[in-house]
């Protein structure tokens, strides 16, 4: 843990092992309440120099911490590789993602901010102004463990926020090493924390701090309501992107070999592991036959291994045991129900955590599969018979992060986007992430922005001055 700037070594042994084979990866040291309390006393002493030093200096600083993170990105890919199952490749673009976030923010850090409001009371002049909202808990899961933490710690760095962060007990190592490149860098002691532990103790004790002003959270819409209610208490600002019920939607006019290349990355990127995966498949009764065709036999032909094997394998393990268990059940349910499997079952490996990628049809609306959060290599294909069907199975879901549409007319494609519910939506676009675009969700997905000039903006406060001349 990192706590006042100093590294510490003492706690309860937890082991890391690889999702591939179940060997061991490292091990962190977990803190208690007692940590992460120290480690927001700490980012409150903290607050008042960082805040005030000047943007150019925190700048500089994260642009140092953005090269550390790209002169070790060999190494925190491979680490990152083994203790989340990834596939090396997307480990390495998850690492170059987290130093363009960091380097993104510290080149916004610099903008001008604050406006001049044109006046109307005579005498008077009237001006707004954004200061550092104060200390932040960043409390982040493990599918996208450097990524998530960066887009959180560079835009709260930036705006001048100290921060204790709290990463998933799954996938911590990279993350770690991530964050010493930022002390590496010349971070004042205090300005950014890490605590490894209990996830519901140590949020616990961050929300209730009283120097705590802002909680930034990334995972299930379940936990999302804790931390909200948590948050209510105090009047903690919350910044929540939750699950994501994505509709990928393949319209009548689509390139479908496009449509099955997209498919295939917003369905199995990550091992299907993502907040802004595919979740259901809802394709036009004219292409169906030709996109489910086509996307079931590049399906089969995923190749599933170590995602440090060579060559690298197309699909990667899960996280765990109970990761197989929950997709697995919702497959289950659903051929209960009377679904079909298109996909070919195939021999998994014996050691490690694995599921079967599958893509099924005929699944009713109201199984899991078609209308809750899979997380993992599993999906239901509907057939519809035009686009309004198209957008109201998109919209029937309490869930509204990521939606996809293709089509070869972008006039209807932008319409269609229009309509659709949700708070990122890629037209024609599988990977429409990126730092310079807001991320967040509606309805269930959350609240608040990430990314972007708004990112910045979430974790400051708006100062309205009154002037008399």
């Known amino acids: 843990m990192l706590i006042d700037g100093e590294w510490r070594a003492d706690g309860t042994p937890y082991e890391v092992t690889d999702p591939a084979d179940g060997s061991l990866v490292g091990e962190v040291r977990f ?9 927001a006393d700490a980012a409150a002493r903290a607050f008042a120099p960082w805040s005030e030093t000047p943007a150019r200096q925190r700048a500089d600083i994260l642009l140092a911490a953005a090269a550390l993170i790209s002169e070790r990105a060999a ?44 006046h109307e009371a005579p005498g008077k002049r009237h001006l707004t102004l954004r200061r550092a909202a104060g200390v932040v808990a960043a ?84 936990v999302g309501r804790l931390i909200m209610r948590q948050a209510s208490r105090r009047v903690v600002r919350p910044l929540l992107e939750l699950g994501g019920d994505g509709a990928f939607v393949v319209l009548d006019d689509a390139d479908i070999e496009a449509a099955v290349e997209g498919a295939l990355i917003a369905k199995f990127r990550n091992t299907g592991q993502s907040c802004i995966a595919a979740n259901r498949f809802i394709v036009q009764d004219g292409v169906y036959d030709e996109f489910v065709g086509r996307l079931v036999e590049r399906t089969d032909a995923l190749t599933l291994g170590d ?22 059940s919702m497959v289950d349910e659903a051929l209960a129900a009377g679904a079909k499997r298109l ?15 599958a893509l ?24 519809v018979t ?10 029937a879901t309490d869930l509204g992060l990521a939606g996809y549409v293709w089509s070869r007319d972008l006039g209807r494609a932008w319409r269609f986007a229009e309509r659709l519910e949700t708070g990122i939506t890629g037209v024609n676009d599988a990977l429409p992430s990126a730092a310079f675009a807001p ?8 609240l608040g922005r990430e990314g972007a000039e708004l990112g910045l903006e979430e974790y400051t406060d708006v100062h309205y001055l009154a002037v008399g001349l």
């Open 343 to 357: 996909t070919r079952e195939r021999a998994l490996p014996t050691a490690g955590h694995w599921v079967q990628p």
């Open 31 to 39: 803190g208690t309440a007692d940590d992460a309390r120290a480690a």
């Open 139 to 222: 409390l982040t899961p493990w599918n996208f463990p450097c990524s998530i933490q960066a887009r959180k710690l560079a835009p709260a760095l930036a705006a001048g926020c100290t921060v204790v962060a709290r990463v998933s007990e799954k996938a911590p190592l990279a993350v770690t090493e991530l964050i010493r490149c930022f002390t590496d860098a010349g971070l004042p002691r205090g300005v950014l924390n890490l605590v490894h532990g209990p996830a519901a103790e140590l949020s616990s004790a961050l929300l209730e701090h009283p120097a705590v002003r802002i909680v930034s959270f990334t995972g299930s819409t379940e």
């Open 75 to 118: 190494d925190l890919a491979l680490l990152l590789a083994r203790e989340a199952g990834k596939r090396l490749p997307e480990a390495r673009a998850e690492i170059a993602f987290s130093a363009e976030y960091v380097r993104w923010f510290a080149e916004q850090a610099r903008r001008p901010t604050g406006a001049v409001v044109p």
């Open 386 to 395: 035009d686009a309004e069907e198209a957008l109201r199975r998109a919209n």
């Open 439 to 446: 991320l967040g969700g509606v309805k269930q997905s959350g």
């Open 307 to 328: 995602g440090l094997a060579d060559p690298v394998p197309d699909i990667g393990p899960v996280i765990d045991a109970g990761r197989v268990q929950a997709v697995n």
């Open 360 to 383: 099924l049809t005929d699944v009713p609306e109201t199984a899991a599969l078609g209308c809750q959060e899979v997380f993992g290599p599993a999906a239901a294909v509907f057939r």
